[in-house]
Protein backbone atom coordinates (compact mmCIF):
# COMPACT_ATOMS: atom_id res chain seq x y z
CA UNK A 1 0.00 0.00 0.00
CA UNK A 2 1.09 3.66 -0.35
CA UNK A 3 0.71 6.58 2.04
CA UNK A 4 1.09 10.18 1.72
CA UNK A 5 2.38 10.83 5.42
CA UNK A 6 3.74 13.48 7.80
CA UNK A 7 7.96 12.82 8.33
CA UNK A 8 8.23 15.84 10.00
CA UNK A 9 5.41 18.55 10.80
CA UNK A 10 5.11 21.51 8.43
CA UNK A 11 7.30 19.90 5.94
CA UNK A 12 6.40 18.50 2.99
CA UNK A 13 4.52 14.80 3.25
CA UNK A 14 6.26 12.02 1.68
CA UNK A 15 5.02 9.06 -0.04
CA UNK A 16 5.80 5.80 1.54
CA UNK A 17 5.21 2.30 0.77
CA UNK A 18 4.20 -0.64 3.14
CA UNK A 19 2.83 -4.05 3.20
CA UNK A 20 -0.77 -4.09 2.68
CA UNK A 21 -1.98 -4.91 6.48
CA UNK A 22 -4.46 -8.19 6.59
CA UNK A 23 -7.66 -7.56 8.97
CA UNK A 24 -7.59 -9.23 11.95
CA UNK A 25 -10.81 -10.24 14.51
CA UNK A 26 -13.79 -7.60 13.68
CA UNK A 27 -11.17 -4.98 11.47
CA UNK A 28 -12.00 -4.38 7.88
CA UNK A 29 -9.42 -3.34 5.63
CA UNK A 30 -10.79 -0.92 3.15
CA UNK A 31 -9.24 0.21 -0.39
CA UNK A 32 -9.31 4.10 0.28
CA UNK A 33 -11.09 5.69 -3.38
CA UNK A 34 -11.62 8.93 -2.11
CA UNK A 35 -10.58 11.22 1.14
CA UNK A 36 -11.64 14.90 1.66
CA UNK A 37 -8.95 17.22 2.52
CA UNK A 38 -10.26 18.82 5.39
CA UNK A 39 -8.99 22.75 7.25
CA UNK A 40 -8.09 20.53 10.61
CA UNK A 41 -5.86 18.68 8.98
CA UNK A 42 -3.64 21.80 8.41
CA UNK A 43 -3.24 22.48 12.17
CA UNK A 44 -2.35 18.25 12.48
CA UNK A 45 -0.06 18.90 9.82
CA UNK A 46 1.97 22.23 11.52
CA UNK A 47 1.99 19.70 14.48
CA UNK A 48 -0.42 21.63 16.74
CA UNK A 49 -3.81 23.51 17.61
CA UNK A 50 -3.50 27.26 18.54
CA UNK A 51 -5.66 27.39 21.98
CA UNK A 52 -5.26 31.06 22.72
CA UNK A 53 -3.12 32.90 25.29
CA UNK A 54 0.13 31.75 23.33
CA UNK A 55 -0.15 28.47 24.07
CA UNK A 56 -0.53 25.59 22.18
CA UNK A 57 -2.36 21.73 22.09
CA UNK A 58 0.90 19.47 20.88
CA UNK A 59 0.18 16.80 18.29
CA UNK A 60 3.29 15.13 19.99
CA UNK A 61 2.08 15.43 23.21
CA UNK A 62 -1.09 14.00 22.48
CA UNK A 63 1.00 10.78 21.36
CA UNK A 64 0.82 11.17 17.72
CA UNK A 65 4.02 9.22 16.32
CA UNK A 66 5.57 9.88 12.97
CA UNK A 67 5.15 9.02 9.93
CA UNK A 68 1.51 9.66 10.07
CA UNK A 69 -1.17 9.58 7.52
CA UNK A 70 -3.74 12.20 7.57
CA UNK A 71 -7.22 11.86 6.30
CA UNK A 72 -10.50 11.50 8.32
CA UNK A 73 -13.23 11.85 5.43
CA UNK A 74 -12.77 8.43 3.56
CA UNK A 75 -15.00 6.33 1.45
CA UNK A 76 -14.24 3.44 -0.18
CA UNK A 77 -14.28 -0.28 -1.30
CA UNK A 78 -13.84 -3.56 1.25
CA UNK A 79 -11.32 -5.56 -0.60
CA UNK A 80 -10.60 -7.98 3.23
CA UNK A 81 -12.43 -9.06 6.35
CA UNK A 82 -11.01 -10.83 9.64
CA UNK A 83 -12.45 -13.53 11.01
CA UNK A 84 -14.93 -12.12 13.75
CA UNK A 85 -16.26 -9.77 11.08
CA UNK A 86 -20.78 -10.02 9.54
CA UNK A 87 -22.85 -8.30 7.94
CA UNK A 88 -20.75 -7.29 4.76
CA UNK A 89 -18.49 -8.53 2.37
CA UNK A 90 -15.68 -7.96 0.19
CA UNK A 91 -16.56 -5.46 -3.15
CA UNK A 92 -19.29 -3.43 -1.15
CA UNK A 93 -18.72 0.28 -0.64
CA UNK A 94 -19.41 2.69 1.85
CA UNK A 95 -18.38 6.27 3.96
CA UNK A 96 -16.21 5.47 6.61
CA UNK A 97 -17.49 6.86 10.25
CA UNK A 98 -13.90 7.89 11.27
CA UNK A 99 -15.07 9.36 14.99
CA UNK A 100 -14.10 6.34 16.85
CA UNK A 101 -13.59 5.68 20.41
CA UNK A 102 -11.69 3.15 22.53
CA UNK A 103 -14.97 1.39 22.81
CA UNK A 104 -14.88 -0.05 26.48
CA UNK A 105 -14.95 3.02 28.44
CA UNK A 106 -18.74 4.62 29.60
CA UNK A 107 -18.87 6.89 27.52
CA UNK A 108 -18.33 4.55 24.36
CA UNK A 109 -20.67 2.06 26.05
CA UNK A 110 -23.22 4.88 25.79
CA UNK A 111 -22.87 5.85 22.01
CA UNK A 112 -20.92 8.92 23.01
CA UNK A 113 -17.55 7.93 21.04
CA UNK A 114 -17.24 11.83 20.72
CA UNK A 115 -16.51 11.93 24.27
CA UNK A 116 -14.12 8.81 24.94
CA UNK A 117 -11.40 10.20 26.51
CA UNK A 118 -8.90 7.89 24.51
CA UNK A 119 -10.37 8.43 21.10
CA UNK A 120 -8.97 6.38 18.07
CA UNK A 121 -10.08 8.72 15.30
CA UNK A 122 -8.81 7.48 11.62
CA UNK A 123 -6.88 10.20 10.63
CA UNK A 124 -6.46 12.54 13.79
CA UNK A 125 -5.27 9.14 15.94
CA UNK A 126 -4.97 6.10 14.02
CA UNK A 127 -3.74 6.39 10.36
CA UNK A 128 -5.85 7.61 7.84
CA UNK A 129 -7.28 8.40 4.13
CA UNK A 130 -4.27 9.72 2.50
CA UNK A 131 -3.74 6.05 1.60
CA UNK A 132 -4.38 3.79 -0.42
CA UNK A 133 -5.55 1.39 2.01
CA UNK A 134 -7.03 2.12 5.41
CA UNK A 135 -7.78 -0.48 8.46
CA UNK A 136 -11.25 0.41 10.32
CA UNK A 137 -11.85 -1.33 13.59
CA UNK A 138 -15.38 -2.44 13.56
CA UNK A 139 -18.19 -2.92 10.17
CA UNK A 140 -20.72 -0.67 12.40
CA UNK A 141 -18.31 2.10 11.16
CA UNK A 142 -19.48 1.50 7.74
CA UNK A 143 -22.42 3.84 6.64
CA UNK A 144 -24.44 2.64 3.11
CA UNK A 145 -24.16 6.43 0.77
CA UNK A 146 -26.77 4.89 -1.85
CA UNK A 147 -26.25 6.39 -5.47
CA UNK A 148 -24.01 9.47 -4.29
CA UNK A 149 -20.70 9.29 -6.08
CA UNK A 150 -17.79 7.91 -4.43
CA UNK A 151 -15.82 11.55 -4.69
CA UNK A 152 -18.36 13.02 -2.99
CA UNK A 153 -19.51 10.72 -0.26
CA UNK A 154 -16.50 10.70 1.60
CA UNK A 155 -17.11 14.56 2.41
CA UNK A 156 -20.42 13.84 4.52
CA UNK A 157 -17.92 12.18 7.06
CA UNK A 158 -16.55 15.68 8.82
CA UNK A 159 -17.63 18.51 6.65
CA UNK A 160 -21.44 16.54 5.92
CA UNK A 161 -21.54 15.56 9.56
CA UNK A 162 -19.81 18.72 11.43
CA UNK A 163 -22.35 20.40 9.62
CA UNK A 164 -25.21 18.63 10.63
CA UNK A 165 -24.82 17.93 14.27
CA UNK A 166 -24.05 22.12 14.48
CA UNK A 167 -27.05 22.98 13.07
CA UNK A 168 -29.19 20.56 14.91
CA UNK A 169 -27.74 22.16 18.30
CA UNK A 170 -29.37 25.24 17.26
CA UNK A 171 -32.69 24.00 17.58
CA UNK A 172 -33.00 24.79 21.31
CA UNK A 173 -33.71 28.46 20.34
CA UNK A 174 -37.18 28.92 20.74
CA UNK A 175 -39.01 30.60 17.93
CA UNK A 176 -36.21 29.92 15.50
CA UNK A 177 -37.03 31.62 12.03
CA UNK A 178 -33.36 33.42 11.20
CA UNK A 179 -29.76 31.48 11.80
CA UNK A 180 -26.68 32.88 10.19
CA UNK A 181 -23.50 30.34 9.22
CA UNK A 182 -20.30 32.13 9.85
CA UNK A 183 -17.36 31.12 7.13
CA UNK A 184 -18.00 29.59 3.69
CA UNK A 185 -15.47 27.02 3.32
CA UNK A 186 -15.86 23.53 2.64
CA UNK A 187 -17.59 22.68 6.23
CA UNK A 188 -19.80 26.40 6.20
CA UNK A 189 -20.91 25.21 2.31
CA UNK A 190 -21.52 22.29 3.54
CA UNK A 191 -23.71 23.46 6.03
CA UNK A 192 -25.71 25.87 4.00
CA UNK A 193 -26.62 22.96 2.10
CA UNK A 194 -27.94 20.80 5.03
CA UNK A 195 -29.84 23.99 6.68
CA UNK A 196 -31.89 24.16 3.27
CA UNK A 197 -32.64 20.54 4.06
CA UNK A 198 -33.12 20.63 7.91
CA UNK A 199 -34.21 24.25 8.65
CA UNK A 200 -37.28 26.25 6.57
CA UNK A 201 -36.25 29.46 7.80
CA UNK A 202 -33.98 31.93 6.84
CA UNK A 203 -30.20 31.39 6.04
CA UNK A 204 -27.55 34.03 5.71
CA UNK A 205 -24.11 33.61 5.34
CA UNK A 206 -21.35 35.20 6.68
CA UNK A 207 -17.44 35.07 5.21
CA UNK A 208 -14.68 37.60 4.39
CA UNK A 209 -13.86 36.63 0.86
CA UNK A 210 -16.93 37.71 -1.58
CA UNK A 211 -15.91 34.54 -3.96
CA UNK A 212 -17.00 32.68 -0.96
CA UNK A 213 -20.24 34.77 -0.71
CA UNK A 214 -20.92 34.27 -4.36
CA UNK A 215 -20.93 30.65 -3.97
CA UNK A 216 -22.60 30.49 -0.87
CA UNK A 217 -25.31 32.84 -2.81
CA UNK A 218 -25.35 30.68 -5.79
CA UNK A 219 -25.76 27.54 -3.43
CA UNK A 220 -29.23 28.84 -1.94
CA UNK A 221 -28.16 31.59 0.80
CA UNK A 222 -31.08 34.26 1.61
CA UNK A 223 -28.63 36.57 2.12
CA UNK A 224 -24.61 37.11 2.46
CA UNK A 225 -22.50 39.11 4.64
CA UNK A 226 -18.89 40.58 4.75
CA UNK A 227 -18.41 41.31 8.02
CA UNK A 228 -15.07 43.45 7.33
CA UNK A 229 -17.36 45.37 5.44
CA UNK A 230 -18.34 48.79 6.99
CA UNK A 231 -21.50 48.59 9.27
CA UNK A 232 -22.23 45.29 8.50
CA UNK A 233 -22.92 43.98 12.15
CA UNK A 234 -25.35 47.32 12.51
CA UNK A 235 -26.92 47.14 8.97
CA UNK A 236 -27.17 42.58 10.10
CA UNK A 237 -28.88 44.02 13.42
CA UNK A 238 -30.99 45.99 11.84
CA UNK A 239 -32.20 43.96 9.05
CA UNK A 240 -32.97 40.98 11.40
CA UNK A 241 -34.77 43.50 13.86
CA UNK A 242 -31.91 42.65 16.51
CA UNK A 243 -29.99 39.91 15.49
CA UNK A 244 -30.45 36.32 14.09
CA UNK A 245 -31.86 33.58 16.33
CA UNK A 246 -28.74 31.21 16.17
CA UNK A 247 -25.20 31.74 14.68
CA UNK A 248 -22.88 28.95 14.08
CA UNK A 249 -19.57 29.41 13.52
CA UNK A 250 -17.35 27.76 11.02
CA UNK A 251 -14.12 29.39 11.79
CA UNK A 252 -13.81 29.57 15.56
CA UNK A 253 -11.42 32.53 14.96
CA UNK A 254 -11.68 35.51 17.72
CA UNK A 255 -13.03 37.80 15.21
CA UNK A 256 -15.66 35.35 13.82
CA UNK A 257 -16.66 34.24 16.80
CA UNK A 258 -17.26 37.88 17.84
CA UNK A 259 -19.10 38.68 14.93
CA UNK A 260 -21.19 35.59 15.52
CA UNK A 261 -22.28 36.57 19.23
CA UNK A 262 -22.79 39.70 18.64
CA UNK A 263 -25.10 39.29 15.73
CA UNK A 264 -27.51 36.74 17.62
CA UNK A 265 -30.61 38.39 19.29
CA UNK A 266 -31.24 38.40 23.01
CA UNK A 267 -32.09 34.88 23.61
CA UNK A 268 -30.13 33.35 21.12
CA UNK A 269 -27.47 31.02 20.57
CA UNK A 270 -23.87 30.83 18.85
CA UNK A 271 -22.76 27.03 17.89
CA UNK A 272 -18.90 26.99 17.64
CA UNK A 273 -17.31 24.38 15.42
CA UNK A 274 -14.21 26.01 13.53
CA UNK A 275 -10.67 25.15 15.18
CA UNK A 276 -9.14 28.32 13.55
CA UNK A 277 -8.10 29.35 17.66
CA UNK A 278 -6.28 31.86 18.94
CA UNK A 279 -7.86 34.28 21.92
CA UNK A 280 -11.37 36.02 21.71
CA UNK A 281 -11.53 38.79 24.45
CA UNK A 282 -14.95 38.35 26.19
CA UNK A 283 -16.61 39.83 28.60
CA UNK A 284 -19.15 37.30 30.94
CA UNK A 285 -21.52 40.26 32.11
CA UNK A 286 -22.83 39.89 28.10
CA UNK A 287 -24.38 36.89 28.80
CA UNK A 288 -26.72 37.71 31.35
CA UNK A 289 -27.68 40.62 29.67
CA UNK A 290 -28.10 39.15 26.25
CA UNK A 291 -29.34 35.91 27.96
CA UNK A 292 -27.44 33.86 25.10
CA UNK A 293 -26.34 30.33 25.34
CA UNK A 294 -22.46 29.53 23.67
CA UNK A 295 -22.29 25.66 23.21
CA UNK A 296 -18.98 23.94 21.09
CA UNK A 297 -19.89 21.28 18.72
CA UNK A 298 -16.97 18.57 17.58
CA UNK A 299 -18.63 16.31 14.34
CA UNK A 300 -21.45 13.92 15.36
CA UNK A 301 -22.31 11.08 16.67
CA UNK A 302 -22.54 7.63 14.51
CA UNK A 303 -26.41 7.71 15.09
CA UNK A 304 -26.77 11.13 13.51
CA UNK A 305 -24.22 10.08 10.68
CA UNK A 306 -26.86 7.21 10.08
CA UNK A 307 -29.16 10.52 9.93
CA UNK A 308 -27.65 12.35 7.89
CA UNK A 309 -26.43 9.71 5.02
CA UNK A 310 -30.33 8.93 5.10
CA UNK A 311 -30.94 12.31 3.54
CA UNK A 312 -28.49 11.94 1.39
CA UNK A 313 -29.31 8.77 -0.24
CA UNK A 314 -32.97 10.22 -0.39
CA UNK A 315 -31.18 13.04 -2.46
CA UNK A 316 -32.49 15.35 0.28
CA UNK A 317 -29.14 17.34 0.44
CA UNK A 318 -27.01 18.76 -2.57
CA UNK A 319 -23.84 18.88 -3.13
CA UNK A 320 -21.05 21.26 -1.93
CA UNK A 321 -18.45 22.04 -4.20
CA UNK A 322 -15.53 20.16 -4.83
CA UNK A 323 -12.81 19.11 -6.73
CA UNK A 324 -10.44 15.90 -6.84
CA UNK A 325 -7.07 15.30 -7.13
CA UNK A 326 -4.47 12.39 -7.28
CA UNK A 327 -2.86 11.51 -3.85
CA UNK A 328 0.87 12.66 -4.30
CA UNK A 329 -0.93 16.24 -4.62
CA UNK A 330 -2.04 15.72 -0.77
CA UNK A 331 0.79 18.28 0.59
CA UNK A 332 0.22 20.66 -2.57
CA UNK A 333 -3.50 20.64 -1.41
CA UNK A 334 -2.61 21.41 2.19
CA UNK A 335 -0.31 24.05 0.72
CA UNK A 336 -3.69 25.64 -1.41
CA UNK A 337 -6.15 25.19 1.18
CA UNK A 338 -3.84 26.95 4.04
CA UNK A 339 -3.40 30.02 1.32
CA UNK A 340 -7.24 29.87 1.13
CA UNK A 341 -7.42 29.28 -2.30
CA UNK A 342 -9.86 26.29 -1.80
CA UNK A 343 -13.47 26.63 -2.80
CA UNK A 344 -15.45 23.61 -0.93
CA UNK A 345 -13.66 20.87 -0.72
CA UNK A 346 -10.86 19.06 -2.63
CA UNK A 347 -10.53 15.68 -2.76
CA UNK A 348 -7.85 13.05 -3.26
CA UNK A 349 -8.50 10.02 -5.44
CA UNK A 350 -5.78 7.08 -4.48
Known sequence: MRAMQIVEFGKPLKLNEYDTPTPTGTQVLVRVLSSGVCHSDLHIWD??????????LDMASRGMKLPFTLGHEIAGEVVAVGPDVAGVTVGQRYVVFP???????????????LLCPAPQTLGTRRDGGYA??????????LVDHGNTPIDLACTYACSGLTAYSAI????????????MLVGAGGVGLAGLEIARTIFDGE?????????????????????????RAEGALAKLQQ???????????????????RFAFDGVRRGGKVVIVGLFGG??????????????????????????MHELMALVRNGRV?????????LEAAYDVLEELKAGKVLGRVVLTP
Open 99 to 113: WIGCGTCAACQAGDE
Open 239 to 257: DTGGGVCAAVDFVGAAASF
Open 47 to 56: GYFDVGGGQK
Open 168 to 179: RKTETVRNRKRI
Open 279 to 304: DAPFAPISMPFKMAAIEGSYVGNLDE
Open 203 to 227: IIVADIDDKKLEAAKAHGAHHVVNP
Open 132 to 141: THVVVPHAKY
Open 318 to 326: QALPYSTRP
